[in-house]
């Protein structure tokens, strides 16, 4: 038995639940990357497939009514954000999940070398 904080080995791997796949389709997601459910045209929800894990589902029910993040959603559903960031690129391909780019960029190399030369001074 493990306790609180300790590490749990679980019985399904993340490659499981992606299918294999290591990256999203599509746009670059990032752990600030928001997400909320698109409103269906109609106001009934066409259904996910049958064969849909339930980590799927159970994202899209993390993002309906309220806006999340992958680094949350990862959180939420014990997954790595690697495989969090398939299963949002799976629902914004069948048009249930909307993304809104979040506040992160990539360093420039500046700054990287900025704090290179500030470690090496140390």
């Known amino acids: 038995m493990s ?18 796949r290591a990256a ?3 746009d670059r997601l ?6 909320n459910t698109v409103p269906p045209p109609g106001g ?6 049958v064969d849909a894990p339930p980590q799927l589902r159970a994202l899209l029910r ?12 990862a959180a939420h559903l014990d997954l790595p954000v690697s495989a969090v960031r398939v299963l949002v690129g799976d629902l914004v ?7 809104h780019a979040g506040g992160f960029t ?17």
């Open 3 to 20: 306790g609180p904080g300790e590490y749990r080995d679980t019985p399904l791997r993340a490659y499981v639940v992606t299918g294999g």
């Open 24 to 26: 999203a389709p599509g």
């Open 30 to 35: 990032g752990v600030d990357t928001l997400l």
């Open 44 to 49: 009934t929800a066409e259904p996910l497939p």
């Open 62 to 73: 993390l993002c309906d009514g309220g806006v999340l993040s992958v680094a949350e959603a």
């Open 93 to 99: 391909a069948a048009g249930r999940l909307q993304t």
């Open 106 to 122: 990539e360093p420039g190399t500046d700054l990287l070398k900025e704090v290179l030369d500030g470690l090496r001074a140390l």
